[in-house]
């Protein structure tokens, strides 16, 4: 196994870190203060392909690789993780499953707008009762003459304030029948359908996460995603998927902790010298540094399978579970390293703090993606 990057790789990294430091980082104090999504940096992204990283160049996309676009994830987490989140939910659990299960018609109704990012993608699985347990959904979709109406209300829902193409899962049948879910895909300008509130949440709080709703929605027939009942399948595939993305959000938070701890360690003087001449200082950056460099191995392992064409599901839940503990266990030293200044918001390691807590949670929690590893595990013959 070849371990050093790629040129292509390389410059990847090199060109989304040079944006991120030039036009994201100035803004984004004032963004998490004033919980505003930015949509002047997102006009600049649309024409570097970002809401298209993934998609076919022939529907307008960068085509790229999994390993280049969980790089792409990081290094905008590493600056503004609620940016990269609104680009990974967008591109792996918006577009990834219209490409994977679409129609051809909807694929060229669909995709080519929104990797041009003028549709931000949103995925609603999430409700009062249905979370974890993808299985319980209740909103509910009756097939009429001229398609489905959808009752329902989605709560959580990432890029949910700026949302133009919607998967929404509902259930078509028996709302006893956990198989009978089916995905529709929706647009923001459908009769009987609406954006709640933005949550005021801890953290991330760039993005428009908000619940939305649905009172008689009127879906047409051909907007049904897949087959009916094919629901609880399109769901999974997608958060198989969704998990390396947001594995390598944590993996930027994480990153961008670490390189502030190194920095304030060699500059803060303590007794007559710097903080990182203390032994316990430099346990702590290097535990940081090693769990780092361990997340991301098995990131792109998870990333490395999938672009083979062979399973990765544990090996994304792996990736996701220990990238996110990484994330909210380098932030909490990086808080600790900077004493009294890292719980102020003059910090950024503050921010960075905040953030990677929710990463052990979206995109199924740390308890899930133990659940997903173990079943891996103990379906494999003795």
Not at 37 to 44: N, T, Y
Not at 274 to 296: C, E, G, V, W
Request: aromatic share 8%; charged share 20%; hydrophobic share 40%.
């Amino acid at each position: 196994m070849d371990f050093n990057p790629c040129m292509k790789h390389q410059l990847i990294r090199k060109t989304v870190r040079e944006f991120a430091e030039s036009e994201i980082k100035p803004h984004v104090s004032l963004l998490d203060k004033e919980s505003r999504f930015p949509w002047d940096i997102i006009e600049k992204m649309k024409p570097l392909n970002f809401f298209g990283l993934q998609v076919p160049e022939i529907y307008g996309g960068a085509g790229l690789d999994t390993i280049s676009y969980a790089i792409v994830i990081e290094e905008l987490s590493r600056v503004s993780a609620a940016i990269g989140l609104c680009v990974t939910v967008h591109n792996s659990v918006g577009i990834f499953p219209i490409l994977k299960f679409g129609t051809k018609e909807q694929i060229q109704r669909f995709v080519p707008v929104m990797a041009q990012g003028e549709s931000i993608g949103a995925f609603c699985l999430t409700e009062a009762n249905a979370g974890s347990d993808a299985g319980s959904v209740e909103t509910n979709a009756v097939e009429t003459k001229n398609g489905f109406l959808l009752n329902g209300t989605k709560i959580f829902v990432t890029n949910g304030g700026v949302c133009g193409t919607i998967l929404v899962f509902a259930v078509s049948e028996d709302i006893s029948k956990k198989s009978c879910a089916s995905v529709f895909i929706v647009e923001k300008d459908r009769p009987g359908f609406f954006v709640g509130e933005i949550e005021d949440l801890c953290g991330m709080r760039a993005n428009p996460v908000s619940s939305l709703f649905f009172e008689d929605c009127q879906v047409p027939r051909e907007n049904l995603l897949g087959k009916i009942g094919q629901g609880l399948k399109i769901g999974l595939t997608a958060l198989d998927t969704g998990r390396i993305g947001i594995a390598a959000q944590a993996l930027g938070i994480a990153q961008a902790a670490f390189e502030s701890s190194v920095s304030y360690a060699k500059e803060r003087q303590q007794f007559n010298k710097p903080l990182s001449k203390f032994q316990t200082i430099q346990n702590y950056l290097a535990r940081m540094a090693t769990q780092i460099d361990a997340s991301r191995l098995l990131l792109y392992r998870a990333a490395a399978l999938k672009d083979s064409g062979k399973p990765f599901s544990a090996e994304a839940s792996m990736a996701k579970l220990y990238c996110s503990d990484t994330a909210k266990e380098v932030t909490d030293l990086a808080v600790q390293i900077h004493g009294g200044y890292g719980y102020s918001k003059e910090y950024d390691v503050e921010r960075y703090f905040r953030d990677a807590k929710v990463t052990q949670i979206y995109e199924g929690t740390s308890e899930v993606q133990k659940m997903v590893i173990a079943r891996s595990i103990l379906s494999q013959p003795s």
